[in-house]
T-cell receptor
Framework: AQTVTQSQPEMSVQEAETVTLSCTYD???????LFWYKQPPSRQMILVIR??????QNATENRFSVNFQKAAKSFSLKISDSQLGDAAMYFC????????????????FGKGTHLIIQP | KAGVTQTPRYLIKTRGQQVTLSCSPI?????VSWYQQTPGQGLQFLFE???????NKGNFPGRFSGRQFSNSRSEMNVSTLELGDSALYLC?????????????FGQGTRLTVV
């Protein structure tokens, strides 16, 4: 079974600065999908960014970018120009390809990182 | 376009009772997944449905079950409730079952078992 580890329970950053959230995962599959989700106090999970393992290019979405290191099984999220609205729990998630037999087809989540933005 | 709707938002039940939670996916979405979120265990996958068929199930006891209707709406049922079932239950819908398909989450149902 796949596992996802987020080693930083909490991170704090000054507004307008850059912060990097860490995520490592364990899998024996060669093809898979990785995601970062944000969960604000409203509790509604929102997709921040996604990465297909077969793509070498790191995904970028505006101020959010990832550093995907497949060999190291690392998938970190960088938030540039942090804003107060970025404050939330951030979850790293893994998903096997459909019908891969690699286990449950749902998302496997890490424990999350609580991101605090200091004004 | 309406988002994923979960009802009820909050629920209090007594140990031993059963409960049914409902999820209405985004229009056109055929895949619905359920997750349990607790402070101790984090987010855990319960099951996924596509076109009324359960595709896979997470590591939960048989007391947890679900179904999907022809209009893609889904329900999950928990029988013989235990205190440990207290959690936020999240439903997510997506267009299909491709691995990179974005899952849109509802706001969850907060279940408290007393």
């Amino acid at each position: 079974a796949q596992t996802v580890t987020q080693s930083q329970p909490e991170m704090s950053v000054q507004e307008a600065e850059t912060v990097t959230l860490s995520c490592t995962y364990d899998t024996s599959e060669s093809d898979y999908y990785l995601f970062w989700y944000k969960q604000p106090p409203s509790r509604q999970m929102i997709l921040v960014i996604r990465q297909e393992a077969y793509k070498q290019q790191n995904a970028t979405e505006n101020r959010f970018s990832v550093n995907f290191q497949k060999a190291a099984k690392s998938f970190s999220l960088k938030i540039s120009d942090s804003q107060l609205g970025d404050a939330a729990m951030y979850f790293c998630a893994y998903r096997s390809p459909p019908y891969s037999g690699g286990g449950a087809d749902g998302l496997t989540f890490g424990k999350g990182t609580h991101l605090i933005i200091q004004p | 376009k309406a988002g994923v709707t979960q009802t009820p938002r909050y629920l209090i039940k007594t140990r031993g009772q059963q409960v049914t939670l409902s999820c209405s996916p985004i229009s056109g979405h055929r895949s619905v997944s359920w997750y349990q979120q607790t402070p101790g265990q984090g987010l855990q996958f319960l099951f996924e449905y596509f076109s009324e068929t359960q595709r896979n199930k997470g590591n939960f006891p048989g007391r947890f079950s679900g179904r999907q209707f022809s209009n893609s709406r889904s329900e999950m049922n928990v029988s013989t409730l235990e205190l440990g079932d207290s959690a936020l239950y999240l439903c997510a819908s997506s267009l299909g079952t491709e691995g990179n398909t974005e899952a849109f989450f509802g706001q969850g149902t907060r279940l408290t078992v007393v």
